[in-house]
């Protein structure tokens, strides 16, 4: 048996149905979620509402806009990445 064997547990049934139904959780919690932003969006603006909200909460909320913003930003890197690369390809079969 190899050591990355060795060092790799097996999952169980039981673990894999676990993490499936955690997903399929989460899933629902942020399609819900999205339905009520729809909904009461306007109040989320509002400072009145965010006044109420503790401190802690609030600073956990930022590290998640935070990190929604930086992977946007990785998205769009990416797909100028790709761009970038296709005009190169076009650019060195005008060249050839």
């Given amino acids: ?21 955690g997903r399929k959780r989460a899933k629902e919690q942020r399609e819900a ?14 400072w009145k509402f965010w006044k109420k909200v503790d401190a802690a909460t609030r600073e956990e909320i930022l590290k998640a806009i935070k990190k929604a913003n930086k992977a946007v930003i990785d998205a ?4 100028l990445e ?9 650019k060195d079969g005008i060249d050839a």
């Fill in 1 to 21: 048996m190899s050591e990355t064997q060795k060092g790799a547990k097996a999952m169980t049934e039981d673990r894999k149905t676990s993490i499936s139904e």
């Fill in 33 to 46: 979620a999205e339905q009520l932003f729809e909904q009461c969006g306007g109040m989320l603006i509002s």
């Fill in 82 to 90: 790709k761009q970038l690369a296709a005009m190169r390809a076009a």
């Fill in 76 to 79: 769009d890197i990416r797909a």
